[in-house]
C-alpha cells in the first residue's frame, strides 16, 4: 500500500513540470505579440506598397493595442527585403508585406535568389489586389494610349516609361503592352516608385507604368493624365480611365496584390492570430474606404486560400517571364 502510494506521489511530483511547461507555452502563445512587430517593407518610402504596408501597420497597432513597426527594406526589385524575411527566425515578430513582384515574378527573372517564396515563405494574409495604370504629365502630348501607340511604330525605341524597377510586374506590364500593341517602347528602371514618379513629373520619361496607389495622388491634384489601366475591370478608384482591353487590346489582364507573409516554420496558432487581425480590419468600413481611397481593392483570404494564390501564381508567371525573354543578373 505504501509503495503504491509512493509511487502514485512520484508520479505526480514528475508529472507537475509537464503540466507547467503546457500552460506555460500556451500562456506565451495566448500573449502573441508580447513585443513589437517589425513589418518589412521591401521597398523605398512612398511607392504603393510602402503606403499600403503602413496603413496595416497603423490599423494593426491602433485596433489590437500591438506595436507594428515598418521597416524599409528596398532594392532589387524588392527581393533583398524578401530574403532578409526569409532568413529571420520564424517566431512572427518579422513579418513581411510581399506582393506579386518579388512573390512570383522575380524568381523566374532572376538567376539566382536567396529565397524560394513558396518554400521559406508561409503566406498568412492577403490585403489587397490593385490594377496597374499608364500615366503620363499632364502636359504631355500623349492624350491618348492610342497617341503612344503611333509615336512608337513611328520611331521604335524612342518612347520610354519608367517602373519601379526591373522584375516588378509593373516592369513586365510595359513589357507585355510593348507585346500586345507590336511596338517597342524602351523601359527606364528606378529603385522604386518615388524616383519613377519624379522624373515622369519633370518629364525626363514620356511615360511611367504604375500601381495605382503610386500614382493616385498626383493624378487626383491633376499632375498626372491616366491613359489606361490594365487590369480586366476599371478601377474602383480611376472609373473614367478605360482598360488596356477596352482600347482593342483583347484579353488584357495585368493586376498585382499584396499580402502579409512569414518565414516557413512559424507557429500556426501565430499565422491563425495574425490572419484573423488582418481580415477583421478588412471587413471594417473604414478600413476598406482607406484601402480603395490609395488605389487598391480590399480582398481577404484564409492563410490556405492566400497560400494556394501563391502557388498557382508562381507558376502562371514562369510563362509570362520565359515568353518574354526577360532576365536580370
Known amino acids: 500500500m505504501i509503495r503504491r502510494k509512493l509511487t502514485r506521489s512520484l508520479a505526480l511530483v514528475l508529472a507537475l513540470p509537464l503540466a507547467f ?16 512587430i517589425r513589418m518589412v517593407v521591401p521597398f523605398p518610402p512612398g511607392g ?7 496603413l496595416v501597420a497603423q490599423k494593426l497597432t491602433e485596433a489590437n493595442h500591438w506595436t507594428v513597426v515598418p521597416d524599409n527594406r528596398g532594392g532589387a526589385g524588392g527581393t533583398i527585403g524578401i530574403a532578409e524575411a526569409a532568413r529571420a527566425a520564424p517566431t512572427g515578430y518579422d513579418i513581411v508585406m510581399g506582393q506579386k513582384d518579388n512573390m512570383v515574378v522575380a524568381p523566374w527573372l532572376y538567376k539566382s535568389l536567396s529565397y524560394n517564396p513558396v518554400k521559406d515563405l508561409t ?13 503620363t504629365q499632364a502636359n504631355s502630348k500623349f492624350k491618348t494610349l492610342d497617341d503612344v501607340v503611333k509615336a512608337a511604330r513611328a ?24 507585346g500586345a500593341a507590336k511596338i517597342k517602347m524602351r523601359h527606364v528602371p528606378y529603385k522604386g516608385s518615388n524616383a519613377a514618379m519624379m522624373d515622369v513629373l519633370a518629364g525626363n520619361v514620356d511615360l511611367m507604368v504604375s500601381s495605382v496607389p503610386s500614382a493616385l495622388a498626383q493624378i487626383k491634384a491633376g499632375k498626372l493624365r491616366p ?58 468600413p ?6 480603395i481611397a490609395q488605389g487598391a481593392e480590399p480582398q481577404g483570404m484564409t492563410p490556405e486560400q492566400f497560400g494556394t494564390l501563391l502557388k498557382t501564381d508562381y507558376e502562371k508567371w514562369k510563362g509570362i517571364v520565359q515568353a518574354s525573354g526577360a532576365t536580370i543578373e
Do not use: C
Request: charged share 15%.
Open 21 to 36: 511547461g503546457t500552460v506555460a507555452a500556451q500562456a506565451q502563445t495566448a500573449a502573441y505579440p508580447a513585443k513589437p
Open 48 to 54: 504603393g506598397t510602402d503606403i499600403l504596408a503602413r
Open 123 to 135: 503566406a498568412v494574409a492577403h490585403v489587397a489586389y490593385t490594377p496597374v495604370v499608364i500615366v
Open 155 to 178: 520611331a521604335p525605341d524612342t518612347v520610354t516609361y519608367g517602373s519601379p524597377g526591373n522584375g516588378t510586374t509593373i516592369h513586365l506590364a510595359g513589357e507585355i503592352f510593348n
Open 227 to 284: 491613359l489606361a489601366v490594365t487590369s480586366a475591370k476599371r478601377s474602383t478608384s480611376l472609373p473614367d480611365t478605360p482598360t488596356v482591353a477596352e482600347l482593342g487590346y483583347k484579353d488584357f489582364d495585368v493586376s498585382t496584390w499584396y499580402g502579409i507573409f512569414v518565414p516557413a516554420g512559424t507557429p500556426k496558432d501565430v499565422v491563425a492570430t495574425l490572419n484573423a487581425a488582418v481580415n477583421k480590419l478588412l471587413a471594417t
Open 286 to 291: 473604414e478600413m476598406k474606404a482607406a484601402i
